[in-house]
C-alpha cells in the first residue's frame, strides 16, 4: 500500500507563491499516476493537477491552467505542485494522490484513485 505524505501548505499573500511536495512510501513513477486535489471549506474537492510518469504529461483544469505546474522527481519518489499568481479562491486543503495505473485514467475523478494523503493546507490572503 502506498503511503503519500504531503508538506509545503502555508499562508501565503494574493500573487504570491508555495511549492507543495507529495513523497510517496515506495517507487511509483512506474505504476502510478499522480494528481492533486483541493477541497475548500463547504465546498467538494476538485481536481487541480495530474501527472503521469510513464510519458511525463500533465493535465491541469482551467481554472489552474497557466499558474500551476505539476512534476515529479522520480529518484525521490516525489511529486511536487508548484503554485504561482495565488488567489484567495485557491485557499483549500490540498490533497495528493496516486492512481494504480500506467496510463491514467478519469484523471479528473476523486473517485478514481486509489490512495491519498492526510493534505496540507493552503491559505491565500487577499
Known amino acids: 500500500q502506498v503511503q503519500l505524505v504531503e508538506s509545503g501548505g502555508g499562508l501565503v499573500q494574493a500573487g504570491g507563491s508555495l511549492r507543495l511536495s507529495c513523497a510517496a512510501s515506495?517507487?511509483?513513477?512506474?505504476?502510478?499516476?499522480m494528481g492533486w486535489f483541493r477541497q475548500a471549506p463547504g465546498k467538494e474537492r476538485e481536481f487541480v493537477a495530474a501527472w503521469i510518469w510513464t510519458v511525463s504529461s500533465t493535465y491541469y483544469p482551467d481554472s489552474v491552467k497557466g499558474r500551476f505546474t505539476i512534476f515529479g522527481d522520480s529518484a525521490n519518489n516525489t511529486v511536487y505542485l508548484s503554485l504561482n499568481s495565488l488567489k484567495p479562491e485557491d485557499t483549500g486543503v490540498y490533497y495528493c494522490?496516486?492512481?494504480?495505473?500506467?496510463?491514467?485514467?478519469?484523471?479528473?475523478?476523486?473517485?478514481?484513485?486509489?490512495?491519498w494523503g492526510q493534505g496540507t493546507q493552503v491559505t491565500v490572503s487577499s
Open positions: 494522490a496516486a492512481q494504480a495505473s500506467r496510463v491514467g485514467y478519469g484523471l479528473g475523478d476523486e473517485r478514481r484513485y486509489d490512495y
Open positions: 515506495e517507487r511509483t513513477f512506474s505504476s502510478y499516476v
